[in-house]
């Protein structure tokens, strides 16, 4: 569904009138009146909506084309009025007018498919999916991003979790905030981010998920395994939803961290917004330095947060989720850099059972043995990948004592294990060649697959499940690893 144009009816209405406010030029003379007075009511009355409902800077090309047009397509009323036999522009005159308007026109569906307002794709699993936010302080860790000494470490933990069915009827959480107003700062600060102009993202604070806020917990004291997300480099919390979403439909509750002056901006609950402090110095060493260093505040946020959900689910921290947590099933997850802190967090806490690296370069400094299964999903690896990466990923997951998997997709790109693929433009060197569902898609299955064998102990090997979606390494402890594919 996502992969056509979405468009809502009176932006249809929009770009019909103006195409047929443009041809009306070539209709006969007695259709040109009745025609042109009927497309230009058409374009006049859904742009007027528009206005009111929040025209979309994509629909910005039909009006321009539309407008170019009107003087031709009215020139019949004015000779009418005057008495006057209107008269046409030569033909050869006519037809470049014409075919540039109808370039301006096609303009708005081209853009609105280029860069749509996201639509999440319907969890296939058996719950509602329910969602809520906690700011949760360390008050032991100093904020290292400050110079204030009476700063702590504070981060905004989102989690999605399996629902009771009438929570779908509660109406559906917007996309990057718990309002208009956090979602517009987030979207801004993520297109700024990526040197964007804010205009481009504009459909990402319009978007609404399958999730509703704070719905009651499904079953009746039923205890979910637990996997926290730590986004990637000036990611935010949100980021894989689509994700988040599909694991809360099977059982899971997902945690996605915010993490402050890393997240392209975290909107906190005293109203101040914190932007991100990440920058890059151009210095393969010293970029590699700050990265070790953002990756281990990562780590630690994602182990302090492991400690909240025994607060959480004791229900020291007021929430839905009383008594609803599995915190002796717990998986640390992340994307890019948030892969990194995930293992790292799990080589240095014992306490979490699984790790899912989605296409994360390790940064640990000082890499160890560790206990736990990982699942590493990464993209496909062409000319311009980082040589680097595979070794350095190769070498942590030959340093597990449990089985690791390493799964390689075809045709997927670094942001196709994200929502982006929901929202950017499907050009490969962005989210990878795939369709813009198959990589939240993709992820999810995959993950699943992980999950249920690690943290649910579902019998078999994962290994036949996961190799469907690419070529997967396996690497057992202590044997050199073996290609599934």
Not at 37 to 65: E, F, H, I, Y
């Amino acid at each position: 569904m996502s992969a056509h144009v979405q468009m809502s009816p009176w932006e249809v209405l929009l770009i019909l009138g103006a195409v047929v406010l443009v041809l009306a030029r070539w209709l006969p003379l007695r259709l040109r009146a009745p025609v042109g007075v009927a497309a230009a009511a058409a374009v006049a009355g859904s742009g007027a909506v528009l206005g009111v409902l929040g025209l979309r800077w994509q629909m910005v090309p039909v009006l321009a084309g539309a407008a170019l047009a009107l003087p031709f397509a009215v020139t019949p009323l004015l000779g009418a009025r005057t008495g006057r036999v209107a008269r046409r522009a030569p033909w050869w005159l006519a037809l470049p007018g014409s075919v540039a308007c109808l370039a301006l026109i096609a303009g708005g569906p081209a853009a609105a498919w280029a860069l749509p307002t996201p639509v999440f794709p319907e969890p296939s699993g058996r719950f509602a999916v329910g969602t809520s936010v906690l700011e949760l302080t360390d008050p032991e860790r100093p904020e290292t991003a400050t110079a204030a000494p009476e700063d702590r470490r504070t981060v905004v933990a989102q989690f999605w979790y399996p629902a009771r069915t009438g929570g779908k009827d509660t109406g559906h959480a917007q996309y990057l905030g718990r309002t208009q107003h956090e979602a517009r700062v987030v979207s801004d600060a993520l297109a700024d981010y990526a040197g964007l102009p804010g205009i481009l993202l504009d459909g990402l604070p319009r978007a609404r998920t399958h999730a509703s806020f704070d719905v009651p917990v499904a079953g009746e004291g039923e205890r979910f395994p637990v996997v926290l997300f730590s986004p990637g480099l000036g990611g935010v919390r949100t980021q894989n939803t689509a994700w988040a979403e599909e694991l809360a439909g099977h059982g899971y509750v997902v945690v996605g961290l915010d993490h402050p002056y890393d997240s392209a901006a975290v909107v906190l609950a005293d109203g101040r917004t914190i932007r991100t402090k990440v920058s890059a110095t151009g210095d393969d060493a010293e970029d590699e330095k700050r990265a070790a260093g953002w990756t281990a505040v990562r780590a630690a946020d994602l182990s302090f947060v492991r400690t909240q959900l025994d607060r959480i689910h004791n229900g020291e921290i007021a929430g839905p989720l009383t008594g609803h947590l599995d915190t002796g099933r717990v998986a640390a997850a992340g994307h890019s850099l948030g892969g990194a802190a995930a293992l790292q967090a799990a080589r240095q806490d014992p306490r979490f059972a699984a790790v899912i690296d989605l296409d994360g370069a390790p940064h640990d400094p000082a890499p160890q043995p560790y206990p736990q299964p990982v699942l590493a999903l990464t993209q496909a690896i062409g000319p311009d990948t980082d040589p680097e990466y595979i070794p350095r990923l190769t070498r942590v997951l030959s340093l597990g004592t449990a089985t690791g998997y390493r799964l390689t997709v075809p045709g997927a790109g670094h942001l196709t294990f994200t929502d982006a693929p929901l929202y950017l433009p499907p050009l490969p060197s962005l989210v990878g060649s795939l369709d813009r569902t198959a990589g939240p898609r993709i992820t999810a299955a995959a993950s699943l697959a992980f999950l249920d064998s690690t943290l649910r102990n579902t019998p078999g090997d994962p290994a036949p499940a996961l190799s469907a979606y690419g070529t997967l390494v396996v690497h057992h402890p202590g044997q050199d690893p073996k290609s599934a594919a």
